[in-house]
Every structure is written in C-alpha cells, then in structure tokens.
C-alpha cells in the first residue's frame, strides 16, 4: 500500500479570525472539514505534515506576526512537521519534498488555503513530483476577487485540478477511506 500523508496548507490564525483580513469563504466549514483530516490522520496513525506560510512585513501572514501561528484548533503535535514556505507553492525552495521522502509518503491528501494559490501550486507541484494527490473539495477555501466569488473560485479549482490528474473527493468520502484503511492494515498485521 502506498503511504499517504495528510497536507494542510497554510491554515493559519489570519485566515480564520477576522481580525486582519475577513475570514476566508466558509471559514468554519474549512475549519471543521480540514480538522475531520486531521483527526482521522491522527487516529489511523498517517502522516501529517503543516505548511505555514511566512509573508512579508505588513501581510496578514507576516511571520511571527498576530496572524502567522497555525491557527488553534489545528495546532501541530510534536510528532507533525511544519514546512516554512514564501511562495505559493510549498515544495518550492522548501524541504517539503526531503520530509515525505524521509517519511516513505508517495501520495497526498491535501486541503488548506487559497484555492487558486498555494493549494493548486502544491498540487500542481506535488503531482509533477510524481505524487498521487487526493484533495478535498470541501476542504480548500480563498477569498473572492472583483471578477468571482470565493464560490465559483473553488468549484474551478477542483475542476482544473481534476483535469490534470489530482483525485477530488468530499472531506467526508477521504475520512472514511484514512479509517477504513487504518483498520484494514491493522487487520493484516494481526
């Protein structure tokens, strides 16, 4: 079986907060979804890897700003690596690649923040890496720009990133493959 990784994308306190920029699109739906990944990751023992973006001073995600932290409820533990990126995607001049080398990961499920961005860049890259790349649908979000909302933004994602290649589930649909796999591995084991 190939070992797969949860990758949550710059899922930062400024994103959810409201206190430096509005919350992103169905901030709360984000939330809960990419904790559903997080939790079930945690549970079935896969691995998972954080990326925090680093942004220049006066951005929202200016490091080590009031924004910057990975935002509470999604907190790293220990054991979770956090990948440093300054571009919009996190395999760029970062050691992302080296860590799920080093953790044997051939295939991603990713979720996060900004759809048209860091989400599809990472997916983009990850892909032209040779990873399998599962994203949740549900689980990505951005903000909308004067010629579409956040809305139409992340459906045209998950339909371009469908197209060239990356597995588009529901967040619901990757939770209850992560369990029902981790239970199945347990079973062969015994």
Not at 29 to 56: D, F, P
Not at 99 to 124: F, K, W
Not at 134 to 155: K, L, M
């Amino acid at each position: 079986m190939t070992r797969k990784a949860v990758l949550l994308v710059d899922l930062q306190t400024a994103v959810f907060d409201g206190k430096l920029i509005p919350p992103a699109y169905e901030a709360q739906r984000l939330l809960e979804n990419a904790s559903g990944l997080l939790n079930a990751a945690r549970e079935a023992g896969m691995s998972i890897v954080h990326v925090q973006h680093c942004a220049a001073a006066g951005e929202a995600l200016e490091e080590d700003g009031p924004g910057w932290p990975i935002y509470a409820p999604l907190t790293p533990n220990m054991t979770e690596p956090v990948v440093r990126k300054q571009s919009s995607s996190a395999f760029q001049d970062t050691n992302l690649h080296g860590t799920l080398q080093g953790l044997g990961v051939r295939s991603l499920i990713v979720a996060g923040i900004q759809s048209e961005y860091c989400v599809a860049a990472t997916c983009h890259a990850a892909l032209a890496l040779g990873y399998e790349v599962q994203i949740a649908e549900d689980g990505h979000s951005t903000w909308p720009s004067e010629e579409r909302s956040a809305e139409e933004i992340v459906a045209e994602q998950n339909r371009d990133l469908k197209s060239c290649g990356v597995a588009v589930h529901t967040t619901a649909e990757l939770i209850t493959t992560i369990l029902s796999e981790s239970r199945e591995a347990v079973l062969h084991r015994t």
